[in-house]
């Protein structure tokens, strides 16, 4: 089987750096994804890892070790708006690599 | 345009009724999915549509009923739905076979009375 493990909430403070992380039991493995969701709004893809290393992308970083079967989401200088649901998600060999959501932590960013 | 659209945005319907969402995404995608998502859960995959062709069908019941008119288009066609059957109705698309970078639809919120 297969299984994705995130905590469930998450707070901090404006301006205040957080890390969301993100441990996986699965067999083949290909790479693992973030979404942002806001309530009531749509899942949005923040960022991808397929190798070992770290992904940066403007406030958000994502990273991923393939030997500890982890990986993590930061997020740098907390605005309110961050505010939301984060998803990692693990998409495995086979054709098509469609994501497998975890459960999603709910990120509150306090003023 | 890197926007999938759907209508409607809300949709109350009887446990009689046949009611049809859509899903549009004019990105040149060709695979597109249907999701359906809880309150505090994670988004369900229903079904997967690559090249205008159902490749994935995750054990879905037969009251709901995909369709892929042409490579922009994606309906979902609902009949004799369950209350358990309310959530949110999520459409997706992406390039090709690269489906872990998806683009998501603002959903259609999906009451069965």
């Known amino acids: 089987g297969q299984s994705l493990e995130q905590p469930s909430e998450v707070t901090a403070v404006e301006g205040a750096i957080v890390q969301i992380n993100c441990t996986y039991q699965?067999?083949?493995?290909?790479?693992l994804s973030w979404y942002q969701q806001h309530d009531g709004g749509a899942p949005t893809f923040l960022s991808y890892?397929?190798?070992?290393g770290l992904e940066e992308t403007g406030r958000f970083s994502s990273f991923l070790s393939r030997s500890d079967s982890y990986g993590y989401l930061l997020l740098q200088e907390l605005q309110m708006k961050d505010s939301a649901s984060y998803f990692c998600?693990?998409?495995?060999?086979?054709?098509?690599?469609?994501?497998?959501f975890g459960r999603g932590t709910s990120l509150i960013v306090h003023p | 345009d890197t926007e999938v659209t759907q209508t409607p945005k809300h949709l109350v319907m009887g446990m009689t009724n046949k009611k049809s969402l859509k899903c549009e995404q004019h990105?040149?995608?060709?695979?597109m999915y249907w999701y359906k998502q809880k309150a505090k859960k994670p988004p369900e995959l229903m079904f997967v549509?690559?090249?205008?062709?159902?490749?994935i069908n995750e054990s879905v019941p037969s009251r709901f009923s995909p369709e892929c008119p042409n490579s922009s288009l994606l309906n979902l066609h609902l009949h004799a739905l369950q209350p358990e059957d309310s959530a949110l109705y999520l459409c997706?698309?992406?390039?090709?076979?690269?489906?872990?970078?998806?683009?998501f639809g603002p959903g259609t919120r999906l009451t069965v009375t």
């Open positions: 997706a698309s992406s390039q090709g076979l690269a489906g872990y970078e998806q683009y």
């Open positions: 699965t067999s083949g493995f290909y790479g």
């Open positions: 890892n397929g190798l070992d």
């Open positions: 998600a693990v998409s495995l060999t086979g054709g098509s690599y469609i994501p497998t």
């Open positions: 990105m040149g995608h060709r695979a």
């Open positions: 549509y690559s090249y205008e062709k159902l490749s």
